[in-house]
């Protein structure tokens, strides 16, 4: 097989001039090069790299003021309007927990980044773009025009590498250590046996490390007491009775980065052909529902009473979004978010 040969710098240039409106995904993609080469290709004219240093970033960004924070994965993309607040840095994950921006970071993902400064007309569009060692978009700030610039350019400034250069060298992400048993190998019982007696969502990664499988597997194996697959029109009408009835709702999207969260009402659900898409004023939220193979509702144990979650996954059993009912810790579910998720329509299959 021969391998693809990518083009130079100056050839990705004159490829965009020639069609400068196609998104940065979906043009890297036709030219079969990562999206941060495509942004690469601009260092020294419009583009400067930048050092990924999480806990740099987190403890400047609060003061560039209100900016837009995007996430996104292969089919969902998550956009948050607010501010950089309350930064928690830590070795593996850092979080950000503000009313508005609310996100799980990873920074062993974050490889590249750059600062991009884009003019349109009279208007200069400036954002900070990090990708992962593939060339992957892992997040982005897009400033606003309420952001402040002062602080943006001192925090360029401090991020600026002396490596230049407008290509970059791109490696394979890493496979995961523990290895993942077939489904036919799954310990069903012991995933019971700790299911049942978990107090807190987050002990489920744990969970499934150490029997080494996955959140796909798990929700396949567990049992209708726990999960039961969804027709895949179940998350459009979850989001539309949601907006109707005014539920607040968690939704998360993520990448192996980084995870964006939203939580609150949302109002503006509208389909446009293959997406479903969330316009509210500080919360926008694009999905590819043709891309979507399985829908579940899954419930699990709490100390406050059993959470409800409803998960999308693609075609290789990856999470592509996930929602629960907003709630605050040491509270218990909302009965009006468990009451729609119970009466979505379920996959009907064929007796066997």
């Not at 495509?38 to 790299?49: H, K, M, P, S, Y």
């Not at 998550?78 to 607040?85: A, L, N, Q, R, S």
């Not at 970059?168 to 012991?190: G, H």
């Not at 539309?240 to 939203?262: D, K, L, T, Y």
Request: net charge negative; with cysteine; hydrophobic share 40%.
């Amino acid at each position: 097989m021969t391998e693809t040969v990518k083009p130079t710098p100056e050839a990705i240039r004159q490829a965009r001039a020639g069609n400068p409106k196609m998104r940065e995904r979906d043009f890297a993609q036709q030219l079969q090069i990562s999206e941060a080469d495509l942004v690469a290709a601009w260092c020294g004219i419009n583009v400067i790299r930048i050092s990924p240093r999480i806990e740099t970033f987190l403890t400047e960004i609060q003061s560039l003021g209100e900016v837009m924070a995007l996430t996104r994965n292969e089919s969902a993309v998550h956009e948050k309007i607010g501010v950089y607040d309350k930064p928690i840095v830590g070795k593996h994950a850092s979080l950000l927990l503000g009313e508005q921006i609310d996100m799980r970071l990873f920074p062993s993902a974050w490889a590249h980044g750059f600062a991009v400064e884009k003019a349109e007309g009279e208007t200069v569009r400036r954002s900070l773009q990090f990708f992962d060692a593939a060339g992957e978009a892992i997040h982005k700030i897009h400033l606003r025009p309420a952001s402040s610039l002062d602080p943006y350019n001192v925090l360029v400034a401090k991020l600026r590498l002396d490596d230049q250069s407008q290509t970059i060298e791109l490696t394979s992400l890493p496979k995961p250590e523990e290895k993942i048993l077939e489904i036919e190998e799954l310990d069903t019982s012991s995933l019971r046996d700790r299911w049942s007696q978990m107090k807190d969502v987050h002990e489920f990664f744990g969970i499934l490390r150490s029997l080494k499988m996955t959140r796909h597997q798990a929700v396949q194996v567990i049992g209708e007491d726990y999960a039961w697959q969804l027709d895949t029109s179940a998350l459009t009408a979850m989001l539309h009775h949601s907006a109707q009835e005014q539920i607040p709702i968690m939704c998360f999207v993520g990448n192996r980065g980084c995870i964006q969260i939203h939580s609150g009402p949302v109002q503006n659900v509208t389909p446009m052909g293959a997406w479903i898409n969330i316009l509210d004023e500080t919360f926008h939220m694009h999905l590819r529902t043709d891309r979507i193979a399985e829908v579940w509702a899954v419930r699990k144990p709490t100390k406050d009473g059993h959470v409800t979650s409803l998960e999308a996954y693609g075609a290789e059993g990856e999470m592509i979004i996930q929602f629960f009912g907003k709630r605050h810790e040491g509270s218990g579910e909302r009965s009006d978010w468990r009451r729609l998720i119970e009466g979505l329509p379920r996959l009907m299959c064929a007796a066997a």
